[in-house]
């Protein structure tokens, strides 16, 4: 058995490149069972990341009582995490939702839900008679599944007609599906996880995979370990372990200051032109801007980056080597890079750097814009962060009018005169007092979004309604007027798709606790009750459970990029996830797209015209046709321009936050298992040692950090990032404490700003001020095991768990799953439109 708090990746299945990851299959059943202790495994696939691994729900007497990592699944191989080991399920039976709670003379109290869906209903109603569908906003998720954000599109575009709807995929891969239009017209993964197997070298770009996707990390560390090793380049402020394994691999770890990405990316594109490591052959026949890209990075020398990044110029020029002369180049992108003022245009760069080498399209060579949360692909794709559904283009009028055609309504209807109204502007009509009723489901904006303060004010405005739909009675839910309990993971069925687009199906596996209804089943009681009808007085929502939305949504995806009319809910039985696009063409879906250099930007088909990188102002489709990009992939350029808020003699620092390996986000499910709350209990600040000690402080001090606009008040550790940077998690609300409720969360710090592009807020870089307030008994409640391993680990008790996972490696190495062949010569193009 292995402990894997203590071993977060699990036991090494070294092998050789080009060779199959081998099968570990890790399981983790409640304390004192046995396999033969269960009922029934239910086939499944973890939500508490992106990386979608494939797992069999255990169930014994109507109740989930572990979980198993799926052999034969393409993503996992058998593996799970420490969050998916323990976090996935162990919440099931505590404190749930389990009736609607309505809000009366102030305080929430028990209803039931003709009570609670009257009450949204009539409001709903007044509104629309009084000011219209612009009264109305959504503010979901990136953990609905796809039939629940496929429904939520077409009753907020269809039904209500308004553009005020938006998921938290804003603050998490708003960024991922600018950076993949501005480059190749649409969004859509190129890579595959397969490209781990065949890479010569692997960038990961403000990525903490070891912490955030430690499946996938584990399948990087197997080639790490085995013969003919890639080499590993991290550029990330702190010393993470991505960053540690960067040396150890012979490769790099460039620690640039938060919020200078694109100068040291326009650093590394400028070194790969100097020394002409450019397939001018590719950059020709399938790129656009090269000339224009050329001029815009010919200033920042590895000097003039050195000094704004406060990097090794001869670090820099040591990373840019690697990229221009390994054979194959596999490359991540993730928060450090999207939640950063020049998000889109720095994610851009890693997309130009893979163009100018060709490395796109074939094994090995993958791009990877990550996505954060289990389900946000399908956010995307489905239309409930606003965009069209099917990756179709708002500007676009033959595009609104497929959908209109689709739903048979009229596309006046549809939202189309202006672009969807993204989260951070959906908050500010909320606090303008334009959107009056606001329905929030599956997230926690009272912890999420940047600068609480302010959105505790927005929350309590008499004049807003505000409806929360979650599975707990979370930081948000004490704000609302109705709160709608939800099923969860486990206790519904749908479907969703991970990073490298590999669709699963999640069945049900136990009742939901009580009352509680599953997403799906609350939006369609809604549509019912409201009676949306369409053009021909017919019901405008014609399913009435998952299968039967999934198979509507098949419709809405035919001939587009994300094409599932070759999936069903029996197809996805049985075996492994299947990676879209997968139709008549491709029967077994596709591992990687772009195989032919030929890109989704033919004005016909592109999802966006496109953006300045710099001024986010957006291209007419007039100016876009006129280029005549017709296949082609756009090298984007932009200027460095610094942040908007800098380190000043009043505010010294900057203050980055973001993950822990034990935590989910808010913690409504992490922090209900033992084991991961033990592991990180509580907030901790990681300061440099050099900063510590000039501020006095040592291990386990409290100290106060704040910001213009709140402050966080928490042990530090004493760590080993760079100097001049405050790491702050942003996990830590308060639902689970009796302290200081409003000095906790990393958000009481950040500010209300956004990339210009992908409007994605600016989490990584804040100016704040640390003090000492106090003297600590005992070292900060953070993880050794991480990026918060102290710089001093004496003193410091390891972090770890119990023995309790079994892994059991493959003897014989792994069952091959079916070949996916690359999607080759298809991207969709008008003439080939369904
Ligand atoms: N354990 C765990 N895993 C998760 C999640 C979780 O909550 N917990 N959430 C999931 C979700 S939704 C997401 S979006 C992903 C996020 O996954 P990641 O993006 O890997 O996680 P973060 O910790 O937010 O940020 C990554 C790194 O960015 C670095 N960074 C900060 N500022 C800068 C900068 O200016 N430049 C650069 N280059 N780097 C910078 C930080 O030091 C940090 O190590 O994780 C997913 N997986
Ligand atoms: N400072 C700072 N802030 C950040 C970030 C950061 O790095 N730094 N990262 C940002 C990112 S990338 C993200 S993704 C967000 C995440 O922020 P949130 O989305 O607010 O975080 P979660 O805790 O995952 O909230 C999801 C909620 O949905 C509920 N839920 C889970 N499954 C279901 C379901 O099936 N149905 C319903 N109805 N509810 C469900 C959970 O109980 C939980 O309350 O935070 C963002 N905020
Ligand atoms: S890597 Fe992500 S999807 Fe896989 S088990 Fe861990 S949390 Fe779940
Ligand atoms: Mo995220």
């Known amino acids: 058995m292995a402990d894997r708090i203590a071993d977060i990746w699990g036991a090494r299945t070294p092998h050789a490149k080009d060779a199959p990851w081998p099968v570990r299959v890790d399981l983790h059943l409640d304390r004192g069972l046995a396999e033969s202790d269960v009922d029934r495994w239910v086939q499944s696939a973890c939500v508490l990341c992106s990386n979608g691994c494939g797992c069999d729900i255990a169930v014994r007497d109507g109740r989930v009582v572990g979980v198993r990592g799926r052999a034969s699944d393409v993503v996992n191989h058998g593996r799970l995490g420490p969050k998916g080991l323990y976090g996935s399920w162990q919440w099931n039976g505590s404190d749930r939702l389990t009736r609607p709670l309505v809000r009366r003379g102030g305080v929430l109290v028990e209803a039931d839900w003709d009570t609670a869906m009257d009450l949204v209903v009539r409001r709903s109603r007044e509104l629309l008679d009084e000011v219209g569908p612009l009264s109305h906003g959504f503010y979901t998720s990136g953990q609905l599944f796809l039939e629940e954000y496929y429904t939520l599109g077409v009753i907020g575009k269809a039904g209500l007609g308004t553009p005020h709807m938006d998921g938290n995929t804003r603050l998490c891969t708003a960024t991922a599906a600018a950076a993949l239009k501005e480059s190749f017209g649409s969004d859509g993964q190129p890579g595959s996880y397969s490209d781990v197997e065949s890479c010569d070298a692997i960038f990961l770009f403000g990525h903490n995979m070891a ?27 702190r010393r993470t372990k991505v960053a540690e394994a960067a040396v150890e691999s012979g490769g790099v770890h460039l620690a640039p200051l938060p919020g200078t990405n694109q100068a040291l990316m326009n650093g590394l594109v400028r070194e790969l032109i100097a020394h002409d490591w450019v397939d001018h052959g590719y950059v020709a026949a399938h790129t656009l801007g090269y000339d224009d890209l050329a001029a815009t990075v010919e200033p920042y020398t590895p000097e003039h980056v050195a000094g704004i990044c406060r990097v090794d110029p001869d670090e820099l020029r040591r990373a840019a080597r690697i990229f221009g002369t390994s054979g194959r180049v596999l490359s991540t992108v993730l928060q450090g890079f999207y939640q950063s003022h020049q998000a889109t245009a720095a994610s851009c760069q890693v997309n130009n750097l893979h163009l100018l080498r060709g490395l796109i399209g074939r094994p090995g060579c993958g791009v990877l814009q990550m996505n954060g949360q289990p389900t946000a692909q399908n956010t995307r794709e489905a239309g409930a962060n606003g965009d069209l559904p099917g990756f179709r283009n708002w500007d676009n009028p033959e595009h609104v009018r497929e959908l209109a055609e689709l739903w048979n309504v009229d596309p006046l209807t549809i939202p189309h005169w202006a672009p969807p109204t993204h989260a951070m502007q959906l908050w500010r009509y909320a606090e303008q007092g334009s959107i009056r009723f606001l329905w929030i489901s599956a997230t926690n904006p009272a912890v999420s979004l940047p600068e609480l303060p302010r959105i505790r004010d927005v929350l309590a405005k008499d004049d807003l309604f505000v409806v929360v739909q979650d599975g707990f009675r979370t930081e948000t839910a004490e704000h609302a007027d109705v709160v709608l309990p939800a099923a969860l993971w486990g206790e519904k069925q749908g479907t969703f798709t991970n990073v490298n687009r590999t669709v699963h199906l999640s069945e049900k596996a136990v009742e939901p606790p009580g009352e509680a209804r599953s997403d799906l089943d609350i939006f369609l009681d809604y549509a019912r009750r409201m009676d949306f009808r369409d053009r021909d007085g017919q019901p405008l929502v014609t399913w009435s459970d998952p299968e039967g939305a999934f198979e509507a949504w098949k419709e809405c995806s035919r001939g587009r990029l994300c094409d599932y009319t070759g999936l069903s809910y029996d197809k996805l039985r049985g075996g492994s996830g299947i990676p879209w696009p997968c139709d008549d063409e491709h029967p077994e879906g596709s591992d990687r797209l772009y195989a032919d250099g030929v890109f989704p930007t033919h004005p016909d088909v592109c999802e966006d015209y496109g953006h300045d990188l710099l001024t986010g102002g957006t291209t007419s489709p007039e100016r876009y046709k006129a280029q005549r990009p017709d296949g082609r992939a756009f090298l984007k350029a932009a200027e460095y321009a610094p942040p908007p808020e800098q380190p000043d003699e009043e505010y010294p620092f900057v203050c980055t936050t973001g993950r822990t390996v034990y935590h989910f986000h808010t913690r409504t499910k992490t922090g209900r298992s033992r084991q991961l709350r033990r592991a990180a209990p509580e907030p901790w600040v990681e300061l440099s040692a050099r900063d510590a000690a000039a501020l006095g402080v040592t291990e386990g001090d409290l100290v106060r950090v704040e910001s213009r606009r709140g402050r966080v008040e928490a042990p530090a550790r004493v760590g080993r990032g760079r100097d001049g940077v405050v790491f702050v998690p942003f996990h830590y609300g308060y639902w689970d404490t009796g302290g200081d409720r409003h000095a906790r969360a990393a958000n009481e710090l950040t500010a209300t700003e956004w990339d210009p592009v992908s409007k994605q807020p600016l989490f990584k870089i804040a100016a704040v001020r640390v003090t000492r307030i106090g003297g600590g008994t ?29 892994e059991d490696v493959a003897p014989t190495g792994p069952p091959t799953p079916p070949p996916v062949p690359d999607r080759t010569p298809t991207v969709p193009h008008p003439a080939s439109k369904g």
């Open 211 to 237: 912490e955030t996707q430690t499946v996938l990390w584990a399948r990087v560390l197997d080639r790490l370990h085995g013969p003919d090793r890639p080499v590993v380049v991290a550029v990330d402020p």
């Open 778 to 806: 005992r070292p900060a409640p953070a993880p050794t095991t991480t990026a918060s391993a102290p710089h001093d680990p004496a003193g410091v008790p390891a972090t770890a768990g119990e023995d309790d996972v079994r």
